[in-house]
């Protein structure tokens, strides 16, 4: 088990730049790929962006990529989201999520959200116009 607890959130304006980090806890975090996803009222919930174990191997979504950045610090047992640039669009709850991944996939990168087996609460952005 892992547990996973996010935070940064909050309301920006437009333009704006927020750091989510997730923290995690349980069992050794470096065995794990995490993924960021969101919500929006009314919508299904989407990939962000997500990271393999050892953190070399990255992936963004195309609506934000160039503006957010994922990374971990595996030592600490975070990762974060750094969102630049921020749009009203981007308005959402952000989850982290975290699957436990073999040795053998270690550069895997997972975007689905059937494929994380555990969540954080989540954690709410706003970004005002």
């Known amino acids: 088990q892992v547990q996973l607890v996010e935070s940064g959130g909050g309301l920006v304006q437009a333009g704006g730049s927020l750091r989510l980090s997730c923290a995690a806890s349980?069992?050794?975090?470096?065995?794990?790929?995490v993924g960021w996803f969101r919500q929006a009222p009314g919508k299904e919930r989407e990939f962000v962006a997500g990271?393999?174990?050892?953190?070399?191997?990255?992936n963004h979504a195309d609506p934000v990529k160039g503006r957010f950045t994922i990374s971990r610090d595996n030592a600490k047992n975070l990762v974060f989201l750094q969102m630049n640039s921020l749009k009203p669009e981007d308005t959402a709850v952000y989850y982290c999520?975290?699957?436990?991944?073999?040795?053998?996939?270690?550069?895997?990168?997972?975007?689905?959200?059937?494929?994380?087996?555990?969540w954080g609460q989540g954690t709410q952005v706003t970004v005002s116009s």
């Open positions: 999520a975290a699957k436990a991944a073999t040795a053998w996939r270690s550069t895997y990168v997972y975007t689905g959200r059937n494929d994380y087996d555990y």
């Open positions: 349980g069992r050794t975090f470096s065995n794990y790929a």
């Open positions: 990271i393999s174990r050892v953190g070399t191997i990255t």
